[in-house]
Structure formats: C-alpha cells, structure tokens
C-alpha cells in the first residue's frame, strides 16, 4: 500500500491548509485513515482519524478548528485544517488500517508533509 500526501505549506497564524492523502495498490478495504503529526524534538502524536463508517476522533489540541473527510471510493482522506497556531507547526503523517487484497491486514504510512504555521 502507498500513501500520497499533498497540501503542505507555509501559513500565518490564523490561517488555513488543506491536507489530502490518497491511499493505492492492492486495498481491499481501509478501516481507518488519519493524521498524526510530529513537531521537533516530540513524539509523534493523533491528530484526528475517521473509520470507514464516518466516525470521527480529534486531539483535543485541535477540536473545532479542525475537521477530516474521506471518500471511501477514491481511498482519499483529507484534513481542513482552521485556524491555526504556531504549535500546530509539525511534519504530519498521513495513516491507513485495513486489508490488502490478499485479506492480510495492513498499516501504512505516508511520507509526511510540513506545516508550517509562522508569521
């Protein structure tokens, strides 16, 4: 499975991005697809998942300025992201859980895109 994730940048406080992430090669289905990120120096933490059903989770950090979507059909998750500070700068990470067409199950992640939140 490969991940491609696309929408990075440079934005100023108060602003907003885009993150898209599409997900291909031998999926049978995707459970989960999410966003974690991971600033310098920390660990890499959640930022929001949503199961295949639509079912959401959000890190505290960014409840109600951020929200996440996908298209089951196209393997697409994507993450509005609102509003955002300075310590949401980080190198986010695209995610999926599910099953390969062999039925094994899978975890994958993508390559990462920075965010960068600065004046």
């Known amino acids: 499975v490969q991940l491609q994730a696309s929408g990075g940048g440079l934005v100023q406080p108060g602003g907003s991005l885009r993150l898209s992430c599409v997900a291909s090669?031998?999926?049978?289905?995707?459970?989960?697809m999410g966003w974690y990120r991971q600033a310098p120096g920390k660990q890499r933490e959640l930022v929001a998942t949503i199961t295949s059903s639509g079912t959401t989770t959000f890190a505290d950090s960014v409840k109600g300025r951020f929200t996440i979507s996908r298209d089951n059909a196209k393997n697409v998750v994507d993450l509005q992201m609102n509003s955002l500070k300075p310590e949401d700068t980080a190198v986010y990470y695209c995610?999926?859980?599910?099953?390969?067409?062999?039925?094994?199950?899978?975890?994958?992640w993508g390559q990462g895109t920075q965010v960068t939140v600065s004046s």
């Open positions: 995610n999926a859980l599910g099953l390969l067409t062999s039925l094994k199950s899978f975890e994958s």
């Open positions: 090669r031998n999926i049978f289905s995707i459970d989960v």
